[in-house]
């Protein structure tokens, strides 16, 4: 029995914006293995596409170039430096499953909180490192795992964590939902979605940021072939 790599990714616009300001890739890696890549640009709308696209497209070059994760962390935070003056700010997580060197590595500069999932738990692990763009000399937060089959990591952008605030003084319960849509199975495609109608449904129907959730998981698989696949939904307004 060999080992898969899947990945799931589930995304929605703030509500009555036509673009998202995050935006979400996957990239082969030249060493073998895949990396998600999520920019949560500043705001919403036109302009903050607009920037996670660049700062996306920046770090899926220098991923394909062989570039460490840490380094194009922050290589893609002098850029927006250099470029915006510390007047802009955006959320950057790299899940990469290397498998050069066996292990699921974690990269991020943000301020929202990620989950590591295992065949029975469920930690969530906070936000080390704030923002990049805004000053000199910030680093990532890095964090590896073994390449083991059950091994499960979630990220979410701020808009998961702030839903139904507009509402309720209390947190969204990112910790509860995982926990029950864990048990339930599925694959991580709809895993992804139904974290992200949970948060949908708690800003009732009405999202009030972007939102993204992301999963990449390792999967037990009974190889036959080789052969791999990706599916892609985009509803056109």
Same mark, same amino acid.
């Given at each position: ?15 009555? +914006? ?33 920037? +996670? ?17 840490g380094a194009v ?35 991020r500069n943000g301020? +929202? ?9 469920? @930690?969530?692990?906070?936000?080390? @490192? ?62 992804? @979605? ?44």
């Amino acid at each position: 029995m060999g080992l898969a790599i899947e990945i799931g990714i589930a995304k929605v616009n703030k509500f009555a +914006s036509r673009e998202s300001g995050d935006t979400a890739e996957v990239v082969e890696r030249p060493g073998g293995g895949f990396s998600v890549v999520v920019v949560d640009g500043q705001g919403s709308g036109t302009g903050a596409k607009a920037l +996670s696209m660049m700062l996306t497209a920046r770090a899926i070059g220098l991923i394909k170039e062989g570039v460490r994760d840490g380094a194009v962390a922050r290589a893609v935070h002098d850029s927006l430096l250099a470029q915006r003056g510390g007047k802009v700010s955006a959320a950057l997580d790299i899940i990469s499953a290397d498998l050069k060197h066996g292990g699921v590595v974690i990269t991020r500069n943000g301020t +929202s909180p990620y989950a590591v999932v295992g065949e029975e738990t469920v @930690q969530m692990m906070g936000a080390e @490192q704030g923002p990049i763009g805004l000053y000199p000399f910030m680093r990532p937060g890095v964090h590896r795992h073994e390449l083991r089959a059950g091994l499960q990591i979630w990220s979410v952008t701020d808009g998961i964590v702030g839903a139904g605030k507009r509402w309720t003084s209390v947190e969204f319960p990112i910790r509860e939902h995982l926990e029950r849509i864990v048990s339930t199975g599925g694959n991580a495609k709809e895993m992804a @979605q139904s974290l992200l109608d949970c948060a949908i449904e708690a800003d009732r129907g009405r999202p009030l940021d972007d939102m993204t959730v992301s999963i990449l998981r390792v999967i037990e698989n009974e190889i036959v072939q080789p052969v791999r696949s990706m599916h892609l939904v985009v509803p056109i307004p």
